[in-house]
């Protein structure tokens, strides 16, 4: 019987992996001029890591992650985000002790037992960035052009920015307070979750997909009216900002995230192209994070991306692949080792070469040629050899010119190297 891989954990299979590095490489173009770096953490921690930072009471806590005990007794969960990870790993290293301002950004998989659909798997990847240290307003907004940025760079225009705040310590407690009074008031047609929650987790249910639950919660008292003289100014200040960068954007109060930690801004990247799962983009501050799980009292903003959601966006992911520069068709034992000793060559100088392993007729390597899109095919025949002369052909208007085979690297080279 043969092994299939883990549901909803997807192979990136070669004819898609152009597309994953080319939007990765954007990210690491387009974060550098922002001034982000790279940081890599590792795939599992300890599970109190997640509990105490993404909330007890929310989904991903209370029925997503992966979650086991190790040999040595110890429960351990593969990361369900990469936030609470970079956190630590901040927390831990002291970053803030060498640079008062922090960038970073991260790429990798996350897991969350969820019920796979498109664009909702178990085994995700993110690209996600985090600023540590400023909280003036000007870096939540530079934070959102940077992501929208980069939606322009790789070629996604139809997604929509929302923008919500929702408050610190000071303001949220009591409007969650007139939210649960709210609920109280229409408990009968809410779905089992939010009747559940409710108390625990109000916002929850502002955000809740089931219709009932949605038309229930119409004319819900609206966290914007609630916020404290800073938020409020923070968030207003956000947004002229954006104004001043001429970045579209709308206001959604009923926004709420599904983590814990967020505080004041909060904002998604959203598509109508992806059915139910229509952010691909999401994030916000989290001023409390850091000193949370242990940290200094430092406040952070971030957003991550869910990658799988930006290939479905860019769609023809086979458009992007590499071709050859050129497809050495080797004739003969003699033919196919020479073609081998120039590739390997040629490979060294840098140029994308390849050839055919299976000692096949001409025709046969032109139609592999072909099919690779080389863009030009040297033939080496005995014919060739003997003379010292090999015909090289262009495969884009069949032009053909003959290569002297002396110093035939240097002279490939010089040609491949002129082409565009
Ligand atoms: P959703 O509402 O779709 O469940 P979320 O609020 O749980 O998303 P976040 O935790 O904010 O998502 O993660 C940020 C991004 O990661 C999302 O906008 C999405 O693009 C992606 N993402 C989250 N969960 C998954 C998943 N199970 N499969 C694929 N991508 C995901
Ligand atoms: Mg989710």
Redesign the pocket.
Known sequence: MSINAVK?MNDILPAESGIWQELEQTAREVFQRYGFKEIRVPVVEKTELFCRSIGETT??VEK?MYTFQDKGGHSLTLR??GTAPVMRAFAQHKLHASDPINKLYYFGP?F?H?R?QK????Q???I?AEVIGVDDPKIDAQVLAMLVHYFQEVGIDDVALQVNSLGCPECRPEYRKQLVDFIEERLEPLCEDCRRRYKTNPLRVLDCKVPACKEAMDGAPSILDHLCAGCDTHFATVRSHLQVLELDYTVNPRMV???DYYTKTTF??LTDRLG????????GRYDGLLKQIGGPDLTGIG????????VLLKGDADARQQSPALFIAGLGDEGAGEAFRIMSLLQRRGFFVEMDYQGRSLKAQFRRADKLGAQRVLILGENELAQGVAPLRDMSDGNQQDIPLEDVVERLAAILGESP
């Open positions: 909803g989904d991903i997503e369900p985000e996350m969350r969820e796979p664009g909702r798997y178990r995700f990847h993110q996600g995230r599904g983590l998604e990247l139910a799962q229509s952010a691909v983009a999401a994030g957003f991550a991306m869910g990658v799988e959601r930006l």
